[in-house]
């Protein structure tokens, strides 16, 4: 099945900076790749999410790339606040079924 | 309001007894799906339903039962079987089984001790 893997699981920036996580996926089929944000006690929302016919997709402060060849995707997060503290999560998912393998999740913190 | 419900949210139980969790969702969404979630993990599919009646096993289904008799709800059963029950339980929906977003409720944490 699919496995995928978030890297770094902790990251700090100052507020103002820039954010990137990155993650990587093993099934080549994988062709959905939402990301999520949970805050503390809360359910996943989902913040942005491409397909494997895009290469990237912004979103105002968000945005996510995706690299099939290497198999990895990334979120950017510009000019972060303090509410963007929070843990991600990325996740894929083959075609013709919506089973999500999701990463371990990525604490972001930002610091005021 | 539109969207997940999930309760309790927070429900504590005795080792060896059954409990289950209720998960309602006024999208009109076709698929449900239960995860779980342990501190420092991701989410890990117990079950999920494509259409009324019908569910199949995700990854770790063991220890867990689930019914579809409606088209909005989807409870979860924790059963005594389930040897690590303590966690945080997600209730997820998308339109159809096949490449729709997933939403997901609130949680409900269980703990059993």
């Known amino acids: 099945g699919e496995n995928v893997e978030q890297h770094p699981s902790t990251l700090s920036v100052q507020e103002g900076d820039s954010a990137v996580i990155k993650c990587t996926y093993s099934?080549?089929?994988?062709?959905?790749f939402p990301w999520y944000k949970q805050e503390l006690g809360k359910g996943p929302q989902l913040i942005i999410d491409i397909r494997s016919n895009v290469g990237e997709k912004k979103d105002q402060r968000i945005a996510v790339t995706l690299n099939k060849t290497a198999k990895h995707f990334s979120l950017h997060i510009t000019e972060t606040q303090p509410e963007d503290s929070a843990v991600y999560f990325c996740?894929?998912?083959?075609?013709?079924?919506?089973?999500?393998?999701f990463g371990k999740g990525n604490q972001v913190v930002v610091i005021p | 309001d539109g969207g997940i419900t999930q309760s309790p949210k927070y429900l504590f139980r005795k080792e060896g007894q059954n409990v289950t969790l209720s998960c309602e969702q006024n999208?009109?969404?076709?698929?449900m799906y239960w995860y779980r979630q342990d501190p420092g993990q991701g989410l890990r599919l117990i079950y999920y339903s494509q259409i009324v009646n019908d569910f199949q096993k995700g990854d770790i289904a063991e220890g867990y039962s689930v019914s579809r008799e409606k088209k909005e709800s989807f409870p979860l059963t924790v059963t005594s079987a389930q040897k690590n029950p303590t966690a945080f339980y997600l209730c997820?929906?998308?339109?159809?089984?096949?490449?729709?977003?997933?939403?997901f409720g609130e949680g409900s944490w269980l703990t059993v001790v």
């Open positions: 997820a929906s998308s339109i159809s089984a096949v490449g729709n977003t997933i939403y």
């Open positions: 996740a894929a998912t083959p075609q013709g079924n919506n089973r999500l393998a």
């Open positions: 999208l009109n969404h076709d698929a």
């Open positions: 099934d080549s089929a994988s062709n959905y």
